[in-house]
């Protein structure tokens, strides 16, 4: 029996470690993160220790983050194009060049604010393109049921991280200077990079050739605009993120300025909260099981918000300590419902763009936050950015009446249906030829005419976000009973893609206005090449390129468009 029949509980949260591949990258992921959080407790200690402003303390958060926001898209393009093995391989060498840079530089003391930056921005853009592979690998290293318990391992790789992460790298900072820390990170690359090399990825059969890279981002960000679910989520997100941005970037001057400690202090605040952090993600599964991802969410943010209003008023190591330690279970356990929800309903084709931009909804936001509450710290003091960002996180508690969470779906709905039929094709095209314009006919009961509309709404959101252009629906004026549905795309092989990309639960919504449809002839499909005017070619002498070979598929006999 493969894992794949295997079935788990959703609140069993170490059920992904039975998988050999999955609990070897998972090992290697602990020492990337641990480097790269000690990395970030000597950038941001050598900032402080050359009297940067609190803007710049602040900005060594925002180089590693922004370009995970500004570079989301092309990642996650790159993610469902090209194989995910080499393109991890090669982000993590992009990110140990950064390191090693900024190694090297400390080490012969060329090392400037501006030179720490930008080397934290080459770090970052290793870490923005190795995320949406690394979260959309997944899929392909645990079955669909086993997916909420690999994220949430992964979350605790991470926070377990940051638990001893931040502590170590004070204590390195504090024996040996930031150059150690530095160091340090450039040995914790190689793991990652020994078990990316060593692993067999198995890649998934390609049906049709890769999108250009224009056309792979642009296709990302129609799915995002109209998939409803994934709307939500990245929107929550990004302004969860920026509200909630000034615990991280703000934490050395809280360190120093709220509670007078130095380098130590600065990892033991950091540890607590990695370690709060590791506890909310053991607890995630039993809470998922007991309330829904809107009520987990609610209770989240407002407990974090005001966590951190806490953390901006107190003066006390000690309540300090105990603040972050279960402000950091909130936080983890909020992005990790994003990240669950998001991984679960988004298809195979896309979930390296629709990850991507989550992605950049997290770390971007944290980024944008942690600018915007420097700018704060900068004018008003510490303690004024402090509790402004937690009463702005604890605000966020509101958008769950304006953006609901979805109701979490079965992990099996979102993946690809059967393979439609082949098209059949009377004229001489290629895959570049196009517009290609469909016209689908239903006859439907009058009586149901509300409830066909109804169905069809579902349905433009289905093709829009698959791919298709122009979408409408039509209702014949002498004919009752008869609807028109229409929609085009730019060529043949974007139309064989729109067909391919069909989820289970996008099947099911087609199968019903299947069956909706009246009398014993089937549904009337037509397939047309738009003719602009002046695309003709009107010589007699014009050869016939002759017919097209056909793309080989599997039948769907349930039928389809």
């Given amino acids: 029996m493969s894992v794949t ?25 602990i020492f990337s993160n641990l480097g790269l959080l000690i990395q970030s407790v000597g950038s941001a200690w050598a900032m402080t220790e050359m009297n940067a402003p609190a803007s710049q303390v602040a900005m060594v958060q925002s180089a590693l983050l922004l370009p995970i926001m500004i570079f989301a898209m092309p990642a996650g393009a790159i993610a469902d194009m090209y194989d995910r093995r080499r393109v991890a391989m090669i982000a993590g060498c992009i990110g140990l060049s950064g390191a090693i840079a900024m190694t090297v530089s400390s080490a012969t003391h060329h090392l400037s604010p501006y030179l720490l930056l930008t080397c934290c ?8 393109l190795m ?6 690998s997944v899929s392909e290293q645990v079955p669909a049921n086993y997916l909420p318990s690999a994220i949430g391992l992964n979350s605790i790789a991470y926070n377990l991280a940051r638990s001893f992460g931040p502590a170590v790298g004070g204590a390195v900072v504090a024996a040996a200077g930031s150059m150690a820390a530095f160091a340090i990170n450039v040995i914790f690359y190689l793991p990652a990079l020994i078990v990316l090399y060593l692993w067999k990825r198995t890649p998934p059969p390609m049906r049709l050739p890769p999108e250009r890279m224009r056309r792979a981002i642009v296709s990302g960000a129609r799915y995002i605009v109209h998939s409803p679910s994934t709307r939500t989520v990245i929107l929550r997100c990004l302004a969860t993120s920026v509200a909630g941005g000034a615990i991280s970037a703000l934490m050395p001057l809280v360190s120093r300025d709220l509670l007078g400690g130095g380098a130590q202090t600065f990892g033991v605040l950091l540890g607590a909260y990695g370690v709060g952090a590791v506890l909310g993600a053991m607890i995630l599964g039993r809470m998922r099981a007991r309330f829904s991802d809107e009520a987990i969410l609610r209770i989240c943010t407002l407990a974090g918000g005001v966590g951190m209003v806490i953390v901006g008023v107190s003066h ?6 105990a603040v972050l330690f279960v402000t950091g279970g909130f936080w983890t356990i909020t992005f990790s419902v994003f990240n669950i929800e998001l991984q679960i309903s988004a298809p195979r084709w896309v979930a390296g763009r629709a990850l991507a931009a989550f992605q950049a909804s997290a770390a971007g936001g944290a980024g944008l936050g942690a600018a915007l509450w420097g700018v704060v710290a900068r004018s008003s003091g510490v303690q004024t950015a402090i509790v402004a960002s937690g009463t702005a996180m604890a605000s966020c508690v509101l958008l769950g009446f304006w953006l609901r969470m979805p109701e979490s779906q079965d992990p099996s709905a979102s993946e690809e249906a059967e393979l439609l039929a082949e098209p059949e094709v ?11 314009v469909v016209e689908i006919e239903y006859r439907i009961e009058p009586d149901q005419a509300r ?9 433009q959101s289905i093709r829009q976000r698959n791919g298709a252009y122009d979408w409408s629906i039509a209702r014949d004026l002498s004919d009752a009973a008869l609807w028109t549905e229409r929609f085009s795309c730019p060529t043949w092989l974007d139309y064989l893609r729109q067909r391919t990309r069909s989820t289970q639960a996008d099947r099911q919504v087609q199968d019903s206005a299947r069956d909706m449809h009246l009398g014993p002839e089937p549904i009337v499909i037509r397939r047309m090449l738009e003719r602009p005017v002046g695309s003709v ?14 793309i080989p598929v599997t039948p769907y006999t349930g039928g389809g468009t």
């Avoid at 995320?131 to 959309?136: E, K, M, N, S, Y």
Wanted: no cysteine; net charge positive; glycine share 8%.
């Fill in 131 to 136: 995320g949406p592979v690394w979260q959309a």
């Fill in 5 to 29: 029949d295997i079935e788990i509980p959703r609140s069993r949260t170490t059920a992904a470690f039975e998988i050999p591949a999955f609990r070897r990258i998972w090992t290697a992921s």
């Fill in 451 to 459: 409830a066909f509309y109804q169905l069809m709404q579902q349905m």
């Fill in 121 to 128: 921005f080459v770090i970052g853009s290793g870490m923005a």
């Fill in 537 to 550: 070619r009107w010589r007699d002498d014009t050869p016939d390129p002759g017919r097209v070979t056909p």
């Fill in 426 to 436: 009377g004229l001489a095209i290629t895959p570049r030829s196009g517009p290609i």
């Fill in 316 to 321: 006390s190591l000690a309540l300090t300590l």
